[in-house]
């Protein structure tokens, strides 16, 4: 059975450009997060979805960032304009329910921004 | 709301010595609490949760961990350290509610050595 699916798992642009992360969740699964992570920030929660719906995004940095799940399979997170300091692995998990459940993560996509 | 608090940052045990990382949690209500653990250039994976019942909750690569709530803790041990075992652990915790996200510790790095 696939996992969740994260693609490119590599990305390296120029300051200024637009970056598109994408995540496929597993088949089934309600819940959809995307995370942050830098060695001098730890794991940030940027943003979740139920049922395609966002729930909370207080984790976005700012208005550079925007997140859309326009259906159950597919999700995005885009950056533009893109900055050196939004370098880092970016990671989409999936669960079946909110409360209790495990989050089964991807492998990541490591954003590099000159 | 909840937090995780994971004191310091890295661990350092020799080969077949017992492995102890410290998790304390802050909650207002019952938690789920969770160990996640995160080998090098992969995305996370769970190692065990309590959600509820029995105390000490036994997990994958012969990890287990006790929900103690009169210390708010949920310390994560090993009996006997294997290189394999080297890898960044995670502590988290969510509340009970229909809507209740994961909260993260800063996650513990974990060496063994030879």
């Known amino acids: 059975d696939a996992g969740v699916i994260q693609s490119p798992r590599h990305e390296v642009t120029e300051m200024g450009q637009e970056v598109t992360l994408r995540c496929k969740p597993i088949s089934g699964h309600n819940s959809l997060f995307w995370y942050r992570q830098t060695m001098m920030r730890g794991l940030e929660l940027l943003i979740y979805f139920n049922n395609n719906v966002p729930i909370d995004d207080s984790g976005m940095p700012e208005d550079r960032f925007s997140a859309k799940m326009p259906n159950a399979s597919f999700s995005t997170l885009k950056i533009q304009p893109s900055e050196p300091r939004d370098s880092a692995v970016y990671f989409c998990?999936?669960?079946?329910?909110?409360?209790?459940?495990?989050?089964?993560f991807g492998p990541g996509t490591r954003l590099t921004v000159l | 709301a909840q937090s995780v608090t994971q004191l310091g940052s890295h661990v350092s045990v020799s080969e077949g010595a017992l492995v102890l990382l410290r998790c304390n949690y802050s909650s207002s209500v019952p938690p789920y609490l969770f160990w996640y653990v995160q080998y090098p250039n992969q995305g996370l994976q769970l190692l065990l949760k309590y959600t509820t019942g029995a105390t000490l909750v036994k997990g994958i690569n012969g990890f287990e961990a006790e929900f103690k709530k009169s210390e708010t803790s949920f310390h994560l041990t090993k009996p006997s350290a294997h290189m394999s075992d080297a890898a960044e652990y995670f502590c988290?915790?969510?509340?009970?509610?229909?809507?209740?996200?994961?909260?993260f510790g800063k996650g513990m790095k974990l060496t063994v050595n030879p």
């Open positions: 988290a915790v969510s509340g009970r509610g229909g809507s209740e996200k994961l909260v």
């Open positions: 998990a999936s669960t079946l329910r909110l409360a209790g459940d495990t989050q089964y």
